[in-house]
């Protein structure tokens, strides 16, 4: 049974540089999420699409950040230029969707380090 | 604005007797609530939810109860084991906000064996 899939698991780059961070939902499910976790803020989403559309981004930082679903099975997060705050814990989860309530189910993370 | 509050940041708890998380929410348009159990260098994983029609949901060893008029609900672990140690966390969606979850701070759980 694969889980949510991401990659890379550690980037560490220098300031000023592009970062994509890549993500596999688990097959079937219809609605992705991309979450940020730090010491100061904790979890907290940054952008979740329904069928590779984005429904609210209202959490992404700013510019500097963009996400992209261009099929059912592959997402990617990019931050172009990076700057030292961005580092963090990124997760990428999914879920059925659809209506009524359904767990989101997470990858493991991409641990990122701007220097 | 923290709408869902963890605020025990961590819990030590010896092996076989219960573990009781704690969490308070604020807005009371949540109606889907949701523990996960986080290890290190690991994603969080789905533990058990809850609807708010409901307050009471058992699954094993674990239960989660909702008190909608105090906006607070909390994780029963009962035996508590080693392997249980880890970081909770509480989260909170509402429908009106397209299901998106709002996560606690957490709770470092410590088994002692």
């Known amino acids: 049974d694969a889980g949510v899939i991401q990659s890379p698991r550690h980037e560490v780059t220098e300031m000023g540089q592009e970062v994509t961070l890549r993500c596999k939902p688990i097959s079937g499910h219809n609605s992705l999420f991309w979450y940020r976790q730090t010491m100061m803020r904790g979890l907290e989403l940054l952008i979740y699409f329904n069928n590779n559309v984005p429904i609210d981004d209202s959490g992404m930082p700013e510019d500097r950040f963009s996400a992209k679903m261009p099929n059912a099975s592959f997402s990617t997060l990019k931050i172009q230029p990076s700057e030292p705050r961005d580092s963090a814990v990124y997760f990428c989860a999914s879920s059925p969707g659809g209506a009524g309530n359904q767990p989101q189910h997470f990858g493991d993370g991409t641990r990122l380090s701007i220097l | 604005d923290q709408q869902v509050k963890q605020n025990s940041p961590s819990l030590s708890v010896q092996e076989g007797r219960i573990s009781i998380l704690n969490c308070d929410y604020t807005?009371?348009?949540?109606?889907?609530f949701l523990w996960y159990k986080k290890y290190p260098a690991e994603g969080p994983t789905f533990l058990i939810s809850i609807s708010s029609i409901k307050d009471k949901n058992e699954d094993g060893r674990f239960t989660v109860f909702l008190n909608k008029s105090a906006k607070h609900l909390s994780l029963h672990i009962v035996p508590s084991q080693p392997g249980d140690s880890a970081v909770y966390f509480c989260a909170a969606s509402a429908r009106e906000y397209g299901n998106k979850l709002v996560f606690g701070a957490g709770t470092i759980l410590r088994v002692k064996s």
């Open positions: 807005n009371s348009m949540f109606d889907y």
